[in-house]
């Protein structure tokens, strides 16, 4: 794909120390509710496994202003209490007190202690080997599934809207949205230049995002009210579907590329495990200068996985490759990984193909900003 030193790359398995940082602005008095519910919330996040510890802060400026940063011993056991249903009910009663909200999570590259204090135990997990390098790009997805019977009328509605305004602010612009769908499952994949929250904020208070919305809401299989900010947040949180790993070229895309989104059907509780090793699997590729994969990108919540791939030639003309698997030990952890009922077997080069097939999700709309 690229050398090693050109590579753009992000990635949540490095097995690296996560920092997470949340910053939250209270409504007048709210204070004191607010802190009744962290005390019963901090409690609960403690035996959560991976957590390290967390510390609350608040403003000596504005009071108003608070703080939370938590650390983990490496991203996957945060992203996978964070992403729970445990997690969404967990954090309902912090809601009612907060005007807005930011989330901000970082892998610890350096630390700086005072030699003369004794640590009562050696730190848990390991820093980051070397900065990564990026390209201000924001890679996010929402996932979603409507009535069964409905589909087309989604695609319909979903391919026919007009689109947003792409610049957001003076630093911040949506590039590139895709809209995929797989059976009555919805996958709409965003790249982002700067602030990804000030961009889905900015996107949700268009017009012609609201009708289209407001026109899927009976079709949804989960219920949601967007006159309410509670029903609207909790769908949302529910249907975040975040980048766990990206590996791409840097600069502009050649002209003949052609973007797919494959679904992976995990097995029950083998999601995290499944986009780790796609991920890794994507690493390998990435080194091979020849390769017609220009960038691929694995989104994961729970069970559901989804593979960004941008390619050169056809889906087809290499199944292996498209698949994110080379020779048939990797084949047969991939068929461990998946639900058999759904995948098949793939103990063939027939099935595979098959599978890969079955895998590619219907493009409804792929839209770029210009000079994306």
Not at 2 to 30: N, W, Y
Not at 267 to 277: I, Q, S, T, V, Y
Request: with cysteine.
């Amino acid at each position: 794909m690229t050398t090693l030193s050109e590579r753009i790359s992000q990635s949540a398995f490095d097995g690296s120390r996560l920092r997470v940082v949340l910053l939250l602005d209270l409504h007048e008095g709210a204070q004191q509710r607010f802190m009744e519910a962290y005390e019963h919330l901090r409690n609960q996040v403690a035996s959560v496994p991976g957590h390290i510890n967390d510390q609350l802060c608040q403003s000596i400026e504005n009071p108003s202003q608070w703080l939370i940063t938590s650390e983990w011993e490496s991203a996957p056991p945060f992203l996978a209490w964070v992403n729970s249903e445990e997690h969404v009910k967990m954090v309902q009663p912090l809601h009612s007190c907060v005007r807005d909200t930011r989330s901000l999570r970082f892998s610890v590259l350096r630390e700086t202690s005072n030699i003369a204090t004794l640590a009562p135990e050696p730190p848990k997990g390991r820093l980051q080997a070397a900065p990564r390098v990026g390209d201000g790009v924001v890679r996010h997805a929402l996932t979603f599934t409507v009535k069964p019977g409905s589909e087309s009328m989604v695609a319909e509605i979903l391919a026919g809207y007009a689109s947003p305004e792409p610049r957001v602010d003076d630093t911040t612009r949506l590039r590139r949205t895709s809209l995929f769908m797989h059976g009555n499952r919805v996958v709409r994949t965003v790249e982002v230049q700067g602030d990804l929250v000030a961009a889905l904020r900015h996107i949700s208070q268009q017009p012609e995002i609201r009708a289209v919305e407001e026109a899927v809401n009976p079709y949804l299989e989960q219920d949601r009210d967007l006159a309410d900010p509670n029903s609207a947040r909790v769908f949302f949180t529910r249907a975040a579907l975040p980048a766990v790993h990206h590996v791409g070229a840097s600069g502009q895309q050649p002209d003949d590329v052609r973007r797919h989104a494959l679904f992976y059907p995990a097995k029950e509780g083998c999601g995290m495990a499944l986009a780790r090793m796609l991920a890794h699997q994507d690493e390998l590729a990435a080194d091979d200068p020849q390769s017609p994969i220009t960038g691929s990108t694995v989104f994961q919540r729970d069970d559901v996985v989804v593979r960004l791939i941008d390619l050169r030639v056809p889906l087809d003309s290499d199944p292996m490759l498209s698949l994110g698997v080379r020779g048939p030990r990797k084949t047969a952890v991939l068929r461990r990984l998946l639900d058999t009922d759904v995948a098949g077997g793939l103990s063939n080069d027939r099935e595979v193909a098959r599978f890969l097939e079955r895998s590619d999700m219907a493009l409804v709309t792929d839209r770029r900003s210009p000079g994306a």
